[in-house]
């Protein structure tokens, strides 16, 4: 059985900014476990769960509303990243390569709710 989330383009690429993110983690700081890289942590994970979320929902109205807990953990993510990148946690081509991902997945969103309001 196949859940009908599982069929979203943009849960499948915000699975895969899960993977990258926690793998650029593991070159941070061991001060840094319960700081930053937890609270990095906690935002990117939160994405695709509020898309599977959003996507159970039955009302346009509570789809949205996820829909915009996930867009807002995105960019989250990406302030955070940024703060890694002043701290010397990543180079700024790892955060170069990480905000394709984002903006994909930032795309992504977009359009989905942009079908939701037009229908």
């Not at 059985?1 to 849960?11: D, N, P, R, T």
Request: aromatic share 12%; glycine share 2%.
């Amino acid at each position: 059985m196949e859940y009908s989330f599982e069929k979203l383009k943009v849960w499948e690429e915000s699975r895969n900014l899960v993977c990258s993110v926690y793998s650029l983690l593991q070159k941070y700081p061991k001060y840094e476990l319960f700081s930053l890289s937890d609270q990095i942590r906690r935002a990117v994970i939160s994405i695709p769960s509020n898309i599977v979320e959003g996507n159970i929902k039955k009302s346009i109205k509570e789809r949205l509303h996820f829909f915009e807990i996930s867009y807002g953990s995105l960019m989250e993510v990406y302030c955070q990243l940024i703060i890694s990148k002043d701290l010397g946690y990543i180079t700024e081509n790892e955060l170069f390569d990480i905000k394709l991902q984002i903006e994909h997945v930032s795309y992504l969103l977009t359009k989905l709710k942009k079908s939701l309001e037009t229908n």
